[in-house]
């Protein structure tokens, strides 16, 4: 494979993707775009590195030159009507017009030397990856509409259990967003100093009342650092993965769930985020991963959508936001897997996912009861501790 093609394209694309984008007019976001157009050349780059070095396209040509002639070719009128017509006419772009148009742009070269049936099979390994690419995308995003609409509708619904409504026998239900008060949070600072009492960490072994009263020592020796609004947690953490700590029905799981329904609803500027940013959120109840028959944490997730009655999904769905780094990862309740032992296992399996999506953000969930700081270091995890509601607070739920 040419390494530097591959070097020099990426700026030649990202140059002819907000152009090409307002013609299509397409759900398809620029992002996924340039990623069609950059798979494209990396598919057919990888075909022509497997022939003789003679018939490489590119194989006379100085960085200066190849950069030069893609970005003329990408840039003409005619090759732009072809590549958006995946998207207006749900077809591939014409091989002939595009080998054409590459044809002339090189004889105004008269000194580089290329040869015809490699011009020829390098586009149409290009075209055949970019349609490919560019429809996989484009079902992607009517599906990611559809699976937001679902989620936003599972999360969004809270229960009084016990509040009756008059008259009637029904739970009452409200609109989480329309009833919900976000909370403050205090970044915990944990402190190294020998204080003189030993606090045993290892919850893994066996928990006892002594053992989880000394965790809840542990977190009278954490030194408090800013308190600020829940609200603006994702911008103002140090790191794009932390952790939530918060005492039984203090709001943990209400949090997370708004969290959710407000990237659902694609208001981002509610979470301290700027409006135009989409993330997708994948919301895990740890609990209900325990029960599950796998505690692969990929696998759950689709069976969840599954389960939601959201329309099969394409494959790979799931993948592709987490491997662009535009997921949100909400694992909720890490306390709620009751064995200490297989609370150790949840957090490898955590780990692994994490550190298998490394670029995207999330929050974990925990009582402070049944959490150690070894499960998730605070170098790279921040800790922050839900507050209960002020009076103000109080009264502004109650309205």
């Not at 002594?210 to 009278?220: A, D, F, G, I, T």
């Not at 829940?230 to 700590?245: C, D, G, H, P």
């Not at 981002?268 to 325990?290: H, M, Q, V």
Request: aromatic share 10%; net charge negative; with cysteine.
């Amino acid at each position: 494979m040419s390494v530097e093609l591959l070097a020099i394209v990426g700026p030649v694309v990202k140059a002819v993707t907000p152009e090409l984008v307002k013609k299509i007019n397409s759900a398809l976001n620029p992002t996924d775009l340039e990623k069609a157009l950059k798979a494209g050349v990396q598919f057919a780059e990888e075909w022509d590195s497997n022939q003789d070095s003679h018939k490489h396209l590119f194989f006379h040509c100085t960085p200066k030159d190849a950069r030069e002639l893609l970005e003329r070719f990408f840039k003409d009128t005619g090759v732009q009507e072809e590549l958006q017509k995946p998207f207006t006419e749900k077809t591939i772009p014409n091989l002939e017009v595009l080998i054409i148009i590459f044809s002339k742009i090189k004889s105004e070269k008269p000194n580089l030397k290329f040869h015809d049936e490699s011009i020829k099979h390098w586009l149409k390994k290009f075209v055949d990856a970019y349609f490919e690419h560019t429809n996989t995308y484009f079902k992607f995003q009517i599906a990611k509409s559809d699976y937001l609409k679902q989620l936003s509708h599972y999360f969004d619904g809270v229960e009084f259990v016990g509040i009756k409504v008059k008259t009637k026998e029904e739970e009452k239900f409200a609109k989480l967003p329309q009833i919900f008060v976000m909370p403050n949070v205090v970044e915990q600072v944990e402190v190294r100093a020998n204080t003189g009492l030993k606090l045993n960490l290892d919850l893994a072994l066996e928990e006892t009342a002594n053992q989880q009263r000394q965790q809840s020592l542990l977190w009278e020796q954490q030194s408090s650092g800013k308190k600020f609004s829940a609200q603006e947690l994702l911008k103002e953490s140090t790191r794009n993965k932390f952790v939530v700590l918060g005492e039984p029905g203090i709001g943990k799981t209400t949090l997370m769930s708004y969290f959710a329904v407000m990237l659902a609803e694609q208001q981002t500027e509610k979470l301290g985020l700027s409006a135009d940013l989409e993330l997708l959120p994948i919301l895990i109840r740890i609990r209900d991963l325990g029960k599950a028959s796998t505690k692969n944490i990929l696998e759950y997730v689709r069976n969840f959508a599954n389960s939601i009655h959201i329309k099969e999904l394409p494959k790979g769905f799931f993948e592709h936001w987490l491997e662009d780094g535009s997921a949100l990862i909400l694992l909720d309740g890490l306390d709620e897997i009751a064995k200490p032992s297989d609370r150790h296992e949840f957090v490898k399996i955590i780990h692994s996912f994490l550190g298998q999506y490394s670029q995207n953000r999330a929050i974990i969930t925990s009582r402070p009861a049944s959490y150690s700081r070894e499960f998730f270091g605070t170098d790279e995890f921040p800790h922050y501790q839900l507050e209960k509601f002020d009076d103000s607070q109080v009264d502004l739920f109650i309205q």
